[in-house]
């Protein structure tokens, strides 16, 4: 494997394949869907649309390789998590139709599982759920509210429960732990595994993905690059991080990076008192986010945003790694679990996610542009990606169903502000969130700062 690719992220170093880029675009090309970028979004939709009409010709075309960006780096959650609450989501709909858009993203994780199952995709799929830990007063406090909330949209206890003390600590060993909050509704994965058999998968339909393929400009049912111009019915757009470098689209989408550690395989009497006997995903109620896993191998995987947002949206691979952020991981991650002080921390590597400016993933079409699109899952995207591609695929062969009818589907965001504004907002933001978290260990009570921003958030 090239070095180049074995070191984007703990998943690809431990792919056990050869990352050998398929052959470039030769030349212009006529097609029925053209779909920019081959991560999740991209081979899910390549996938449904295949399999509902295997008579399409669809070309997905990646400037890098196969899960290169946010779909090879992320923390290996497929979970039910949609970044704009069910409360923000009813406002711009019904309280019937946000109900109907949280069941699907709970039904998702189980499909993911179905086809991981049927194509024998090798990614570790393990559905042990998720722990929200609470470990202060406040944080206690917090999830109660968030399991009331819960009830209040009509979800029950096979949805999302509350942990007392000795539960939480059953199931994830950390310092401090007070209570939490449980769903079944996330696995746990690999997830450079998962976005590489999917594109075999989609090889097997008669999909044909070209690599080291850049796209520099999608204009109405044609994608531009310097091999070639693909021509097609519908062009997908579902670039999330990457989405400012091209022409038209600069603030549609702000790339936030999110950093990421693992330590070496653990031994078996450390993780009798870790826990995570179930795989579960785990994070705590603190405001800047947290998140955890229990890799297949017997690691902590273990990250969190933190890293700044850099001006005009620049993506660049030297923001993959922040030797800061690094270390206040590490701190973290001995704090949680002090099991770990003396284990090798054998990876660290980031990525840039996507945020839409109201925090509201979305996906649609614009038949009089050939467009189609998806994204702004704030790092939720394992688990949406999914429900993008089956429904991407609806919209593009004009069927009206019930994915099709869900209020994330035509959702339109407001554009970010232009610069210097969007570099303001979001890096105090980020300040605002570390903030918060301290004033609350403080204070003992809720953080007024993180409640006058929320509204800045999917709340």
């Known amino acids: 494997m090239s070095a180049a690719y074995r070191d984007l992220s703990l ?3 431990t792919l056990g394949e050869d990352v050998t880029p398929r052959p470039a675009l030769a030349g212009d090309l006529d097609v029925d869907v053209a779909i920019v970028g081959a991560g999740y979004t991209r081979l899910w939709t390549a996938y449904y649309l295949a399999e509902a009409d295997p008579s399409l010709r669809i070309a997905v075309l990646e400037r890098e390789v196969a899960g290169f960006g946010a779909s090879g780096r992320n923390g290996g959650w497929c979970s039910s998590l949609f970044p704009a609450s069910l409360a923000k989501v009813a406002r711009g709909s019904t309280r019937e139709r946000a109900v109907a858009q949280q069941r699907a993203m709970n039904a998702t994780v189980d499909e993911v599982g179905r086809v991981v199952a049927a ?10 759920g998720t722990v929200m830990l609470a470990r202060t007063h406040v944080q206690t406090r917090r999830a ?5 909330d819960e009830r209040s949209w009509g979800f029950g206890k096979e949805d999302v429960r509350y942990l007392d003390a000795d539960e939480a600590r059953a199931r994830v060993g950390a310092t401090d732990v007070l209570g939490g ?4 509704h996330c696995a746990a994965i690999q997830p450079a595994k998962l976005a590489r058999g999917l594109a075999e998968a989609v090889e097997r339909r008669g999909v044909t993905i070209y690599e080291g393929t850049p796209v520099t400009l999608i204009d109405d049912g044609a994608a531009v690059t310097p091999h070639g111009t693909v021509r097609a019915e519908v062009v997908v757009r579902a670039t999330e991080g990457y989405t400012p470098e091209l022409p038209g689209f600069t603030r549609d989408i702000v790339p936030v990076y999110s950093l990421m550690i693992a330590t070496e395989p653990l031994p078996q009497e450390v993780w009798d008192e870790i826990g995570l006997a179930e795989r579960e995903t785990f994070s ?11 890799t297949e191998d017997g690691r902590l995987a273990f990250g969190g ?20 952020v690094f270390a206040e991981l590490k701190s973290v991650l001995r704090q949680l679990f002090p099991q770990t002080a003396d284990a090798e921390i054998t990876h660290t590597w980031g990525g840039a996610l996507g945020v839409s400016r109201d925090w509201y993933a979305s996906c649609g079409i614009d038949r009089g542009r050939r467009l189609a699109w998806a994204g ?16 991407l695929a609806d919209l593009v062969r004009d069927q009206y169903t019930e994915l099709t009818r869900l209020p994330w589907v035509q959702h339109r965001s407001p554009r970010w502000e232009p610069e210097p504004l ?9 300040r605002v969130m570390t903030a918060a978290d301290g004033e609350e260990q403080r204070t003992g009570k809720d953080s007024r700062l993180a409640k006058a921003f929320g509204r800045f958030l999917g709340h």
């Open 376 to 391: 702004g899952y704030v790092g939720d995207g394992v688990g949406t990606t999914n429900l993008a591609g089956r429904t």
């Open 144 to 148: 109660w509210a968030m399991v009331e």
């Open 305 to 324: 945003r933190g890293a700044p947002y850099h001006f005009g949206s620049r993506v660049r691979p030297e923001y993959d790694r922040d030797e800061r």
């Open 181 to 184: 909050v449980y769903t079944p």
């Open 119 to 128: 194509e024998g995709i090798d990614c570790g799929f393990t559905k042990g």
């Open 284 to 294: 705590d109620l603190r405001h800047l986010i947290i998140y955890g896993q229990r």
């Open 11 to 13: 998943w690809f170093d």
């Open 422 to 430: 969007r570099w303001i907002g979001t890096n105090v933001g980020l």
